[in-house]
């Protein structure tokens, strides 16, 4: 079992940032690919949709492009922790943005089935 734990939520107005951290507990990080995904609060039905990625040991990322450019996604395995710095925020990038953990010594996926544990989320509000 793996417990994740996000935090750095928070209202920002566009053009800001914010740094999201997941802290991950239980089992050894980097035996983990990390993701990030969102899901829209007015959208609570549909499937929550992929932001990043990165491998075991940082060397491969994946990003969405809405965000290419916007969002770095990093990981630093002796903390535990997977971070999602977020610049020139926009306000459809308003949503509840979780971590996952993919237990898999595969590919990191953007399909969030792909992933075995997930975070409570945290709040990102962008205003316009």
């Known amino acids: 079992q793996v417990q994740l734990v996000e935090s750095g939520g928070g209202l920002v107005q566009a053009g800001g940032s914010l740094r999201l951290s997941c802290a991950a507990s239980?089992?050894?990080?980097?035996?983990?690919?990390m993701g990030w995904f969102r899901q829209a609060r007015q959208a609570p039905g549909k499937e929550r949709e992929f932001v990043a990625f990165i491998s075991r040991f940082g060397g491969t990322t994946l990003y969405t492009d809405s965000v290419k450019g916007r969002f770095t996604i990093s990981r630093d395995n002796a903390k535990s922790t997977v971070y999602l710095q977020m610049h020139n925020l926009k306000p459809d990038d308003t949503a509840d943005y979780y971590c996952?953990?993919?237990?898999?010594?595969?590919?990191?996926?953007?399909?969030?089935?792909?992933?075995?544990?997930w975070g409570q989320g945290t709040q990102v509000t962008v205003s316009s």
């Open positions: 239980g089992r050894t990080f980097s035996n983990y690919v």
């Open positions: 996952a953990a993919r237990n898999t010594v595969a590919a990191g996926t953007m399909d969030p089935k792909g992933y075995d544990y």
